[in-house]
């Protein structure tokens, strides 16, 4: 079984700085941010509650956008399930973008799709991706499906024991 890496996010810490989305910018020498960070805005005037999500490429395990390019352009990283870019045989037909849940495909003025990698090149080097290190709130977190899972279930079960379980 292959190891597949992927973004956490804990929308609970998230300040709605944008410190991401500047960072995946400077990263990627682009105008172009693969990161976007949504408001949510719940209720109204004097109990009206903000949320931020941050959001890039969730890297699918059943990535739609790969099963539909016509040309073999986007493809999977079979060792780490990074979902990759082949820039130089891409058509820019759109057909990922159509088939991301998402909206993670982007275009350039070349009229060619870019998207997230991960920050690949840092990862090769033992390095987190630019958004999940300029993080100052830590809500972004970044490593595979397994280490995730088990963060978020040891913090799930920390919030049973205190919120509904009193007393223990």
């Not at 099963?67 to 079979?78: H, I, K, Q, S």
């Amino acid at each position: 079984m292959r190891t597949q890496l992927a973004f956490s996010f804990d929308a609970s810490r998230c300040s709605g700085c944008y410190a991401c989305v500047v960072a995946c910018q400077d990263q990627n020498d682009s105008d172009i941010a693969f990161r976007r960070v949504v408001p949510c805005e719940q209720g109204h005037y004097e109990h009206a509650l903000i949320s931020f999500f941050s959001l890039a490429c969730f890297h699918c395990g059943d990535a739609p956008c790969v099963m539909v390019c016509p040309t073999g352009a986007l493809f999977r990283d079979e060792n780490n399930g990074i979902v990759h870019l082949n820039r130089d045989i891409c058509v820019g037909c759109h057909s990922c973008i159509l088939a991301c849940p998402f909206g993670a495909p982007h275009f350039s003025a070349d009229g060619k799709m870019v998207k997230c990698d991960l920050c690949y090149m840092r990862i090769n080097h033992g390095m987190a991706p630019a958004c999940v290190r300029v993080c100052p709130t830590r809500a972004l977190g970044f490593g595979t499906t397994e280490e995730i899972g088990a963060e978020k279930a040891g913090k799930a079960g920390q919030l049973l024991i205190k919120h509904v379980l009193p007393g223990n």
